[in-house]
């Protein structure tokens, strides 16, 4: 059974989900809670999320080793495993990572791809800004809270 937890982060309540055994989602601030129908639970997993995320925004963690489950596209999961190779205050631009994953010419598809990652932060989608260092969108449109994000790991962005 689904199970979530929450934490009250710098950019506002983050809900972390899990199956028992690995984190499948993070739903950043103002986003409802019923996609996943869960009960609130204090998995393990779940806890040590927590602990990271926080250690996260006191700048003490650059990345995460939590097990994680996600289930996409064989293309959204080469995106996603493109992601998880930037580095702690770097960014890459779209097209960029559109080259890391295989596809140099699917720009836009990588957007979508970003779009649908369900596990935001963790899977550092915030880390992908426009070829001239541009804010573009983050999570549909929260791009104030990529700039908070991005800000934390001091990459310069416009």
Same mark, same amino acid.
């Given at each position: 059974?689904?199970?979530?937890?929450? /934490?009250? $982060?710098?950019?506002?309540?983050?809900?972390?989900?899990?199956?028992?055994? $690995?984190?499948?989602?993070?739903?950043?601030?103002?986003?409802?809670?019923?996609? *996943?129908?869960?009960?609130?639970?204090?998995?393990?997993?779940? !806890?040590?999320?927590?602990?990271?995320?926080?250690?996260? *925004?006191?700048?003490?963690?650059?990345?995460?080793?939590?097990? =994680?489950?996600?289930?996409g596209t064989? *293309?959204?999961?080469r995106v996603?495993?493109?992601?998880?190779?930037?580095? =702690?205050?770097?960014?890459? $631009? /779209?097209?960029?990572?559109?080259? %890391?994953?295989?596809?140099?010419?699917?720009?836009?598809?990588?957007?979508?791809?970003?779009?649908?990652?369900?596990?935001? !932060?963790?899977?550092?989608?915030?880390?992908?800004?426009?070829?001239? %260092? $541009?804010?573009?969108? /983050?999570?549909?449109?929260?791009?104030?809270?990529?700039?908070?994000?991005?800000?934390?790991?001091?990459?310069?962005?416009?």
């Open positions: 059974m689904k199970g979530f937890i929450q /934490y009250n $982060s710098p950019i506002g309540v983050l809900t972390i989900v899990s199956d028992g055994t $690995s984190i499948t989602q993070v739903l950043l601030p103002e986003t409802e809670l019923s996609p *996943f129908n869960g009960e609130p639970a204090e998995y393990p997993v779940l !806890i040590e999320a927590r602990k990271q995320l926080q250690e996260y *925004f006191s700048g003490i963690r650059t990345h995460f080793e939590l097990p =994680f489950s996600t289930e064989p *293309f959204q999961m996603w495993d493109a992601l998880r190779e930037i580095p =702690f205050g770097e960014s890459l $631009s /779209y097209a960029e990572l559109a080259q %890391k994953a295989g596809s140099p010419k699917a720009v836009r598809a990588v957007g979508q791809a970003n779009k649908a990652n369900k596990l935001p !932060i963790l899977v550092p989608c915030h880390r992908v800004i426009g070829k001239n %260092k $541009s804010l573009t969108g /983050y999570a549909g449109t929260k791009t104030d809270l990529k700039a908070i994000l991005l800000g934390l790991e001091k990459v310069e962005f416009r």
